[in-house]
């Protein structure tokens, strides 16, 4: 054994995969030298990110208290200084007129890419259920998915899948900061998923993609402040440094969906000038983090999350000061999701059309460069929308927004709407269908037409933990209380029996999500994510 492979090992002592090693593929991904890689990233960042973690924390309670998220008076020179840009984005990061998002399911990676959208943002994230075989087995097709070569026969449909010659850009979205990886663990801790998921994606996909003249792309979620967003981009920075690859190979896109980044939007764009080329309005997560982070102020109440769209002001304002605040930076402006999914009736597909339409119309009006759909099917209408907008143009970088008072009054006014039984009970069942396959190891599912995922699965959770807890009145004169939330529940629960069948209700674990989500609504401390508490259940089937 030579010194550098002493080296090695000792770099590696750290870290231990307790996840199952038997499939040789695994062993390849998790490489001896990939997780040399991952274990300078865990040791360098991962002690700064848990005080990230707690900052937050320390953040919350304060709006807990009663203050009320505002842009920082520390950071005021940034946002006062015109003169600085984010750095140029590559050709190839120019043209996101339309984007389709979805887990990294090997069929559906390949159904993404040959969608005919522009780019295609595989998701770690909210869209898969973080099982170790879904994380693993994700980079493996990620992997083929940029040599070129990936492949898929189903053998149900006797269907072989594989790329078309002209498929979609590729970017992958890691965990966010909060999720851990249980079964890679560093001085017996689980490690940042985040991390993995980055760490093997970037080192087993940069050289391919530099031989297609290509950088490694990044979706970042969740982000709540300039300082986490600095420590993405030391990561970046280091990253490259270690493989010996030039500043800016790594560019990222940041999703704004939490309310605290709104107010620091250009503070994360100028703590990664060298990297970030676009940010994203993440619609589903922003509802929910304002619930979430609003949620102890009793005038700050938001309806029933299905008549909460973008046309109410507080969203369509998040949507204008983005599209402003990113082109005065020379960043790209991305709208966000139709979470929409075709349907068999011809009317009921005419209402998709419009309602999709109408969506990808305000977007492209508010000055956006490109939105995003969640399945294929729809990529041609929503191309449409912004061709006829855009007159030509593959973005409109040069928009410039007439609106200039979008202020903290606004982007926090409260919208009104309904409030009644049927939309608690949809809730009720949209949650117990989605959390059912997220511990069961799916993490996108299509449910009542829409294609849900975990953010508007947090939604309905934090609708009705609000409801119960601010003891609010329904339109029928109602207060919603814990023990009508629960007679429901189980009520809704025998309904889900009736949609599903007997079997298929036999062998899953809806009464299992019940209880979970009957303790989740009803704490008196409102859980961050679902996720969290949810990941135990998620080990059996790991």
């Known amino acids: ?80 200084n015109k003169s600085w840009k984010v750095a140029t984005p590559p050709a190839e990061l120019l043209d996101r007129r339309v984007e389709i998002t979805g887990p990294i399911d090997r069929k559906m990676v390949i159904n993404a890419l040959n969608s005919g959208a522009k780019v295609f943002m595989c998701c ?17 097709n990620l992997r083929d998915a940029n040599d070129k070569t990936i492949s898929f026969y189903d053998q149900k449909k006797d269907k072989h899948y594989q790329l078309n010659q002209d498929p979609a850009l590729l970017i992958a979205r890691p965990r966010g900061l909060h999720l851990p990886e249980q079964s890679i663990q560093f001085a017996g801790q689980p490690i940042p998923g985040c991390l993995m998921d980055f760490a093997l994606y970037f080192y087993h996909n940069y050289l391919s993609r530099a031989e297609q003249g290509l950088g490694v792309y990044y979706y970042i979620p969740k982000l709540e402040s300039m300082e986490e967003s600095q420590w993405w981009d030391d990561v970046f920075s280091f990253t490259e440094d270690y493989f010996g690859v030039q500043r800016g190979t790594i560019r990222a896109t940041v999703l704004i969906e939490t309310l605290p980044a709104v107010f620091q939007m250009d503070e994360i764009l100028y703590a990664m000038r ?38 109410k002001e507080f969203l369509n304002a998040y949507s204008q000061l983005l599209v402003r605040t990113c082109h005065q930076r020379g960043a790209l402006a991305m709208g966000g999701m139709s979470a929409f999914i075709p349907a068999k009736d011809p009317s009921e597909m005419e209402r998709v059309t419009a309602k999709v339409i109408e969506d990808k119309e305000r977007e492209s009006r508010n000055g956006h460069d490109g939105t995003w759909v969640a399945h294929p099917a729809l990529v041609d209408l929503a191309m449409s929308v912004f061709d006829k907008n855009l007159q030509g143009k593959t973005n409109q970088l040069d928009f410039v927004s007439p609106t200039h008072n979008i202020g903290a009054d606004l982007l926090l006014k409260p919208c009104e709407g309904s409030r009644d039984e049927a939309g608690v009970r949809k809730n009720i069942r949209i949650a117990l269908y989605y959390i059912e396959a997220w511990i069961q190891g799916q993490g996108c599912v299509p449910i009542y037409g829409l294609m849900e995922d975990a953010a508007t699965a947090e939604i309905s959770r934090a609708n009705i933990w609000q409801w119960i807890h601010h003891s609010i009145a329904l339109d029928d004169g109602q207060v919603f209380s814990k023990s009508l939330f629960h007679s429901w529940l189980y009520q809704e629960l025998d309904t889900i029996k009736q949609e599903v069948g007997d079997a298929r209700y036999a062998a899953g674990r809806f009464e299992q999500t019940a209880d979970l989500f009957f303790e989740l609504s009803t704490a008196d401390e409102f859980a961050n994510f679902l996720t969290l508490p949810s990941y135990p259940l998620l080990q059996g089937v790991a």
């Not at 770690?124 to 493996?140: K, L, R």
């Open 1 to 80: 054994m030579n010194l550098n492979d002493v080296a090695e090992r000792e770099q590696t002592a750290c870290l231990r995969v307790v996840g199952n090693m038997d499939n040789p593929e695994y062993q390849a991904i998790l490489s001896t030298e990939a997780l040399s890689f991952l274990n300078q990233l865990v040791t360098r960042f991962a002690p700064r990110r848990d005080a990230l973690l707690q900052a937050r924390e320390e953040q919350q309670q304060r709006y807990d208290a009663g203050a009320l998220p505002n842009f920082r008076a520390d950071t005021q020179a940034i946002r006062d």
């Open 124 to 140: 770690f994230e909210d869209a898969s259920s973080p099982t170790w075989d879904n994380m693993v087995q994700g980079q493996i």
């Open 274 to 311: 060298d990297h970030i080329v676009a940010m994203n309005c993440g619609r589903w997560d922003y509802i929910f983090s304002y619930i979430k982070t609003l949620k102890n102020h009793p005038d700050r109440i938001l309806p029933d999350r299905h008549v909460v769209g973008m046309d």
